[in-house]
């Protein structure tokens, strides 16, 4: 890697970093191209990104961002992770770590929060933007059905009344 690639790789991950919502650090410990295939698989999925940079470019690309205290969790074999969703990278990567004890948490970063492997386990249990949004729909749609319900109520009431008043004089 010459030094206008590693320039250029700073700078797309100095962009990565200012846009997403949460950052996650990983710890390689021999997963297999097969293995790293499948969990860049999941992540897309989910929604997120998972990229393996060497460690001094991704310091370098941390400078001046909101994610500058995930240095310290930069040493050794890392990969990152994120997600503009503030869950879906967190969820992702503690799902295939579940199943999979060649990728370890180290930590990550919520905005400017920093968060160790325990935080991130706790965010990935936190249901994603998109469970939250359908939940509010369905709670913004459930008053409107049972009003609908209720308006629709007494004209079917007035109709069966009807309906059994005809019926009595018909008979």
Do not use: C, H
């Amino acid at each position: 890697m010459d030094r206008s690639q590693k320039a250029e790789s700073v700078a797309q991950l100095n962009a990565v970093f200012n846009e997403v919502g949460v950052v996650v650090v990983t710890r390689n410990l021999g997963l297999s191209v097969a293995q790293s295939t499948d969990l860049r698989a999941k992540m897309r999925e989910a929604g997120a990104s998972y990229k393996v940079a060497k460690n001094r470019l991704a310091k370098l690309a941390l400078k001046d961002t909101q994610y500058e205290g995930l240095e310290e969790f930069l040493t050794g074999p890392t990969a990152l992770a994120w997600s503009i969703d503030p869950v879906a990278a967190a969820k992702a990567t503690v799902d295939f770590a579940k199943t999979n004890d060649k990728l370890e948490i180290v930590g990550g970063a919520m905005g400017g929060t920093v968060l160790d492997a325990n935080g991130i386990k706790a965010l990935a249990s936190m249901p994603s933007l998109d469970e939250l949004r359908g939940k509010i729909v369905g709670l913004i749609n459930a008053p409107a059905t049972k009003v609908a319900q209720l308006v629709n109520a007494p004209a079917a009431k007035l109709a069966r009344v009807f309906g059994a008043y005809g019926a009595k004089e018909a008979a």
